[in-house]
Every structure is written in structure tokens, then in C-alpha cells.
């Protein structure tokens, strides 16, 4: 069974930085699509970054574009999201999740991943 597990959330002022990072484990010799995605009180979860198994193509929400960083440490499947330059507008529960068997092209939604975290919170103060 595959799992996947966030840490790094917290309590940042606007302005400041921030940096989650996942990994998803279970499967030995299986290298995951990894995407981002969060979800504030009373929004639909949305997509922020996506890296695929390869390491690039990078593909990120417009809103998080310049601001935010997705990478993964080579081959492993752990990956982080640096995000600087927080904005109150950024916080949300951010999830991580692993695609093995969903479609790649999906990667901005949620059907393009099969396994998921619990979600980190992430708080911006103005």
C-alpha cells in the first residue's frame, strides 16, 4: 500500500516563505508523478505545482506562478514546494499526491493522481 506523507506546514506572516515537502512510499522501484494541490474553508481543493517522475516539465497554477517552487530529490519520490513571498490568499490545507496509474495529462486535476496525504496546513498572516 502506497502512502504519502506531508510535513513542513505552520504559521507564516505575509511576506514570508515557507517549505512542504512529501514523500510517497510503499511500492519499491516505482517512480510517482507528484502534485500539489490545496484547499482553503469553503473552496474546491485546487491544483498548484506538478513534477512529473522525470523531474521537468514543472507545471504550475497561474496564481502560484513566480511565487512557488516544485522540485523532487532525483529519483526518490520526495518532493518539496517552496513558496515565497506568501500572501493571505495562500492559506489552505496543502495536499500532496503520488499518480502511478492515472493519466499524466491529468496533472492539474485531481484524477490524474491515485494516492494522496492528509494535508498540511498552511496559515498566512496579514
Known amino acids: 500500500q502506497v502512502q504519502v506523507v506531508e510535513s513542513g506546514g505552520g504559521l507564516v506572516q505575509a511576506g514570508g516563505s515557507l517549505r512542504l515537502s512529501c514523500t510517497a512510499s510503499?511500492?519499491?522501484?516505482?517512480?510517482?508523478?507528484m502534485g500539489w494541490f490545496r484547499q482553503a474553508p469553503g473552496k474546491e481543493r485546487e491544483f498548484v505545482a506538478h513534477?512529473?517522475?522525470?523531474?521537468?516539465?514543472?507545471h504550475y497554477a497561474d496564481s502560484v506562478k513566480g511565487r512557488f517552487t516544485i522540485s523532487r530529490d532525483g529519483a526518490k519520490n520526495t518532493v518539496y514546494l517552496e513558496m515565497n513571498s506568501l500572501k493571505p490568499e495562500d492559506t489552505a490545507v496543502y495536499y500532496c499526491?503520488?499518480?502511478?496509474?492515472?493519466?499524466?495529462?491529468?496533472?492539474?486535476?485531481?484524477?490524474?493522481?491515485?494516492?494522496w496525504g492528509q494535508g498540511t496546513q498552511v496559515t498566512v498572516s496579514s
Open positions: 510503499g511500492r519499491p522501484g516505482v517512480t510517482y508523478g
Open positions: 499526491a503520488a499518480g502511478e496509474y492515472a493519466p499524466a495529462w491529468r496533472y492539474a486535476e485531481r484524477a490524474g493522481y491515485d494516492y
Open positions: 513534477i512529473p517522475w522525470s523531474g521537468s516539465p514543472t
